[in-house]
Nanobody, 127 residues
Framework: QVQLEESGGGVVHPGDSLRLSCTIGGRTFSRWNLAWFRQAPGKEREFVAATKWSGSLLYGDSVKGRFTLPRDNAKATAYLQMNSLIPEDTAVYYC?????????????????????WGQGTQVTVSS
């Protein structure tokens, strides 16, 4: 059984940085894809970023150039490094895993590519 552990949310000011982490637990996975989605109140869930086991990365248009998604394969952990935060980044952030790495790159923007989801962590950007 796959378990996702998220951490790192909080309240920050515009222009600040914040790092979220998501660790895949349960057993050892050699190939895994992981993504971050977010959902603000009254809005639909939005794709933020994804990392494929091969090293390919995808970013949503609204975060491109500000967010990065490094991964540590030995720790089965991916990080969402968020820089230059703006109030529009305020949302609950969810990590999602395709633990067996079966999804193709082009599908990683869709929540349908992921079987397992974290509990969500709140990020609030406010002055």
């Amino acid at each position: 059984q796959v378990q996702l552990e998220e951490s790192g949310g909080g309240v920050v000011h515009p222009g600040d940085s914040l790092r979220l982490s998501c660790t895949i637990g349960g057993r050892t996975f050699s190939r895994w894809n992981l993504a971050w989605f977010r959902q603000a109140p009254g809005k639909e869930r939005e794709f933020v970023a994804a990392t494929k086991w091969s090293g390919s990365l995808l970013y949503g248009d609204s975060v491109k150039g500000r967010f990065t998604l490094p991964r540590d394969n030995a720790k089965a952990t991916a990080y969402l490094q968020m820089n230059s935060l703006i109030p529009e980044d305020t949302a609950v952030y969810y990590c999602a895993a395709d633990a067996l790495g079966r999804a193709i790159l082009s599908s990683l923007r869709s929540p349908d590519a992921y079987k397992d989801w974290g509990q969500g962590t709140q990020v609030t950007v406010s002055s």
